[in-house]
């Protein structure tokens, strides 16, 4: 099987596909008040769900009344531009935070872990932080996938292109370390690498989701203009077919980029075969950025590279072409499977298919620029292949989405909207 990069093409027609929603009576709400740019968000159990907001809080939400509890205890975080405390996973009564650490001489993408103690984080150790220390406030990446005992995790390149091909640094990587912190013993052992990196060049990665048969995990990163990428995280020698690139299509027309603008800030400037086989082996591989892109320069329209693909690294699934900013994703359950989309609590807490039996088996990403919800479909090749709108501007910048497990609220799709008024909202039927 080829493997394949798409560039998206036209949109698919919003207000068809909402019509047709409306009349499946789907509704969207705001469960309880509004929070201040909420970013992250993990299943607590069936029905309460953990948020964090980038300016440092960590809120306990009960998904029945809308109540809203703040839990103490969390770290000092370094609340400027993108960083802040960004985001919440939990595993075997343990909750891990990805955040902004507050460092003499800037700061660095940091991950603690600690267990809840009535409304309190208590024993909370940081098990991780980043090598690379930057009074930057851009591209912390700070998303976590927990599974196998290991936690991915993903940083930006902090707004240095020059990180995304230095292996020595933590920046512009998905990391590979164990739940206690500790470098796993099968992570690449390549010359000149951080050991805790997994695969190098990336920008700056705001969605991960592990796939729902496969295993494989999932990431997107933010691009410069037009650069927006789907990757799946492989291991470095994993054999690619150029079935003749990518399939260039028409773009939807839609405003000047800033999604490198990842949270509204300009950018630095300075299956089953798709993932049939696309498990992380021993990772190693190299992204591309800013060796490789699709992507364009703000200022001057010029290409960052004059290659979109090159002999030795991996290219990505999918490309967004005008860039839509993407940030939180989630696999929704199809019947006979499920996936734990960062809910990596046990196999009671998988989300669960029915509710939206129409998105069973592709994949929900948000997108700050241009606040929608899209619906990325998978061919049967468990590769991206076209996508349509889902929400349409209803609720601001989409900063994550989750589906919920099996309980009162399954299969229903938890949306956080990244507003100075913004919120946790619920989208059902």
Known sequence: MAFRTFIRAALFSAALFASGMAAMATTIERVGSALSHPWGMEF???DTVL???RNGRLLRIDLADGKATQITGVPRVYARRQGGLLDVATIDGHVYLCYAALLDGGSATAIDRGVIDGNRLVRRQTIFTGNETSRSGHHFGCR??????????SLGDRGERANGQNPATNA????????DGSVPADNPSLPGWAPENFTIGHRNPQGMAMHPRTGAIWTHEHGPRGGDEINIIRPADYERANDGGANDGANDGGANDDGANDD???DDGANDDGAKDAGTGNGGGNYGWPAVSHGREYATGRRVSPHDSL???VDPVWVWDPSIAPSGMAFYPDAGGGTDNGTSSGSDML??????????GHLLVGSLKFRRLYLVELDEDGLPASERVIIDGQIGRIRDVAVAPPGPFAGAILLLSDEAQGGLYIMRR
Do not use: C, K, W
């Not at 989300?351 to 069973?360: I, R, V």
């Open 144 to 153: 976590m996938q927990l599974t196998g005992g290991m936690i991915y995790a």
């Open 172 to 179: 512009a990587s998905i990391i590979r370390i164990n739940l």
């Open 311 to 313: 002999p030795g690294y």
């Open 351 to 360: 989300p669960e298919a029915g509710m939206f039996p129409e998105f069973a």
């Open 44 to 46: 607590l159990d069936h």
């Open 264 to 266: 509204g800030a300009n």
């Open 51 to 53: 948020v964090t907001e």
